[in-house]
């Protein structure tokens, strides 16, 4: 739906919070507009610098991400990537600085898009609407086919033309807490197996996985727990017969679409968004040529 602000929600925007409030009652330069969706929240404020940034505001955007899920962050400058380095440090290790991540990320090209996602010279990647447009691209976490979790996703829009698809979120929390118990007995203890959709198949390029991750998973930090899969790199579940693995994963992606609370996000301009990586997934519809859609991808925040 498009990000548009009911009376109702709009008439409570004066007394919105946008994190917990906190016993000793701190305040920040930071100001929370609520979204017309089941979870996210507007942040304005936020200020970029080359240094550390302020704890305080890192403590309190921590909050508000564990709360609300997605922070649109609106109405600041673009960082450069230094700028942003320095600020998403404040959160974890840099994805980029990460072995995972170094070998992820530096397959993109500064000459050719994959996958349309081309190598920024200035730093960073983005994501660019070729001349014969996007392909769908399903509903997934951002490196789920690599080892080490991704916990923050980030995207900036550089430009969003008219027509172009938006960008939908899921949460993947609710989807776990709704589950049937004995659905949840018979995941508990369960391997998802991965694969990179950049390679070919195992009949192809012989091999187990590229990944393993439990199908209920916790998150590293919090704890909370989610269904941690990928429409397109979930190849199988270990301990199930093929079968009984197509049916299972077929089952939770019925189950998901029919249960996970569910946003659409048509871009502003210079909107950034921050997202839980390990509970929330993304995904887009595909989009026909001769659209303008570039995002800026930030490699993100990885488990510590």
Same mark, same amino acid.
């Given at each position: 739906?498009?990000?548009?602000?009911?009376?109702t929600r709009t008439a409570g925007i004066a007394g919105f919070s946008g994190c917990n409030p906190t016993q000793d009652r701190r305040t920040t330069r930071l100001a929370y507009e609520p979204l017309d969706a089941p979870f996210g929240v507007v942040v304005r404020g936020v &200020?970029?610098?080359?240094?550390?940034p302020?704890? $305080?505001?890192?403590?309190?955007?921590?909050r508000a991400m564990r709360r609300h899920l997605l922070l649109v962050l609106r109405g600041q400058r673009s960082p450069n990537h230094d700028e942003a380095n320095a600020f998403w440090r404040g959160f974890g290790p840099l994805v980029m600085e990460t072995p995972d991540g170094q070998f992820h990320y530096n397959r993109f090209s500064t000459e050719k898009a994959v996958n349309n996602v081309m190598r920024n010279k200035a730093g960073g990647n983005l994501v660019?609407?070729?001349?014969?447009?996007?392909?769908?691209?399903?509903?997934?976490?951002d490196q789920s086919h690599k080892p080490q979790f991704k916990t923050i996703s980030l995207l900036e829009n550089v430009t969003f033309g008219e027509g172009a698809v938006p960008t939908a979120f899921r949460d993947m929390y609710t989807v776990c807490e709704l589950l049937p118990r &004995?659905?949840?007995?018979?995941?508990?203890?369960? $391997?998802?197996i991965f694969l990179d959709p950049r390679l070919p198949l195992p009949d192809k390029l012989p091999?187990?996985?590229?990944?393993?991750?439990?199908v209920i998973s916790s998150h590293p930090e919090s704890g909370r727990r989610a269904v941690f899969g990928s429409d397109w790199t979930t190849y199988r579940i270990a301990g199930?017969?093929?079968?009984?693995?197509?049916?299972?994963?077929?089952?939770?992606?019925?189950?998901?679409l029919a249960n996970a609370p569910?946003?659409?996000?048509?871009?502003q301009e210079g909107d950034i968004c921050v997202w839980d990586n390990f509970g929330v997934q993304h995904r887009r519809d595909p989009q026909p040529p001769g659209i303008e859609r570039t995002m800026r991808l930030f490699e993100g925040v990885a488990e510590s």
């Open positions: 739906m498009p990000q548009t602000l009911t009376a &200020e970029w610098s080359d240094g550390p302020d704890p $305080q505001i890192v403590d309190e955007l921590r660019v609407a070729g001349d014969d447009g996007m392909v769908e691209l399903g509903w997934h976490q &004995e659905v949840r007995a018979k995941l508990e203890g369960k $391997q998802g091999r187990l996985c590229d990944a393993m991750h439990p199930m017969s093929e079968a009984e693995s197509a049916e299972t994963l077929a089952w939770l992606r019925d189950f998901a569910y946003y659409e996000h048509f871009w």
